[in-house]
């Protein structure tokens, strides 16, 4: 079992940045791809970014690239989702998850285990 708790949600207006981090315990996660994604209200959730086992590898949704970027500190045990240049557009809850192989994958499915969700709301 892995627990992932994320943090870092909040309220920014647009042009601002925040930094979520997720954190996993219960098992290594070192070892594994994780990704983020996003659900906005009414509207099913979204990949927005996935890091391989070791950070040497990244994907981006369209809608993110050039403005996320995905990180991970594996002694830490932890992923990290830099967000620059925000509007409200991105405005959701942000969900972290971990997928028990190491390559990248941009669909939910492939993901085991999640976080329960931060949210970040991006004023006008």
Request: proline letters at 2%; a positive charge.
């Amino acid at each position: 079992q892995v627990q992932l708790v994320e943090s870092g949600g909040g309220l920014v207006q647009a042009g601002g940045s925040l930094r979520l981090s997720c954190a996993a315990s219960g098992r290594t996660v070192s070892s594994y791809a994780m990704g983020w994604f996003r659900q906005a209200p009414g509207k099913e959730r979204k990949f927005v970014a996935t890091i391989n086992w070791s950070g040497s590898s990244t994907y981006y949704s369209d809608s993110v690239k050039g403005r996320f970027t995905i990180s991970r500190d594996n002694a830490k045990n932890t992923v990290y989702l830099q967000m620059n240049s925000l509007s409200p557009e991105d405005t959701a809850v942000y969900y972290c998850a971990v997928r028990l192989r190491g390559g990248l994958r941009v669909g939910a499915r492939a993901y085991a285990y999640w976080g329960q969700g931060t949210q970040v709301t991006v004023s006008s």
